[in-house]
């Protein structure tokens, strides 16, 4: 059974570029959610989608937006990117409507902003 | 919000020694409490989990226990072995419907000493 997949792994961009992340959840998970992790942070909520609805959002910028399709792989887009963007992004997804728990998490995709 | 505090911060054990992670919560509304294991370059990985209506839970080497009064849980790994260091989180939900955001704590290394 797959994982989440997170592509790309790694990306490199300037100040002020946008940046879009993708994320394909577990086949027939339906519930998918964007963490960010730096070292100063940790693991911040960013977002959950369910059923490509937004259910949840975490204290983050509207630079910092996403999206969920029919088949519940994910988007994550981030605008004008400034140094502090710099993270490791993680999608987690879960089966569930009511997730009791128990979400998976991709490796991530390691942003650098320049 | 939910604030959660992760105590200590880096953790060296002997081999086949026990290490224990406490972590603490804010929010009495929290019901689902994970934690996860952290290996460099990969995405946390869930490997165990416990809810508010129980109050201890094993699986093999590693138990958590929860103390909803006092608002803390912890993380038991008993015989701990090379393999078994990593950065670990442990997070708190109040999970159901429209609320499934986790908060993590900063992360605790442990470090396993052969």
């Known amino acids: 059974k797959a994982g989440v997949t997170q592509t790309p792994r790694y990306l490199i961009k300037t100040r002020g570029q946008q940046v879009t992340l993708s994320c394909s959840p577990i086949s027939g998970h339906r519930s998918v959610s964007w963490y960010q992790q730096t070292p100063g942070q940790g693991l911040q909520f960013l977002f959950e989608?369910?059923?490509?609805?937004?259910?949840n959002k975490g204290n983050f910028p509207g630079r910092f937006s996403g999206r969920q399709f029919s088949n519940s792989r994910s988007e994550m887009n981030v605008s004008t990117l400034e140094l502090g963007d710099s993270a490791l992004y993680l999608c987690?997804?879960?089966?569930?409507?009511?997730?009791?728990?128990?979400?998976?998490f991709g490796s991530g995709t390691r942003l650098t902003v320049v | 919000g939910e604030n959660v505090e992760q105590h200590p911060s880096t953790l060296s054990v002997q081999e086949g020694d026990s290490a224990v992670i406490k972590c603490t919560y804010s929010d009495s509304a929290s019901n689902y409490f994970p934690w996860y294991k952290q290996e460099l370059g990969k995405g946390p990985q869930l490997i165990i989990d416990?809810?508010?209506?129980?109050g201890e839970k094993k699986d093999q080497r590693i138990a958590v226990t929860l103390n909803k009064t006092a608002k803390h849980f912890s993380l038991h790994i008993t015989e701990t072995q090379p393999e078994d260091s990593a950065v670990y989180f442990c997070?708190?939900?109040?999970?159901?419907?429209?609320?499934?955001?986790?908060?993590f704590g900063k992360g605790n290394q442990v470090v396993v000493i052969p």
């Open positions: 416990i809810r508010s209506n129980v």
């Open positions: 989608y369910f059923s490509e609805t937004q259910r």
């Open positions: 987690a997804s879960s089966p569930d409507e009511r997730p009791t728990g128990g979400y998976t």
């Open positions: 997070a708190a939900s109040a999970v159901g419907y429209g609320n499934n955001r986790l908060a």
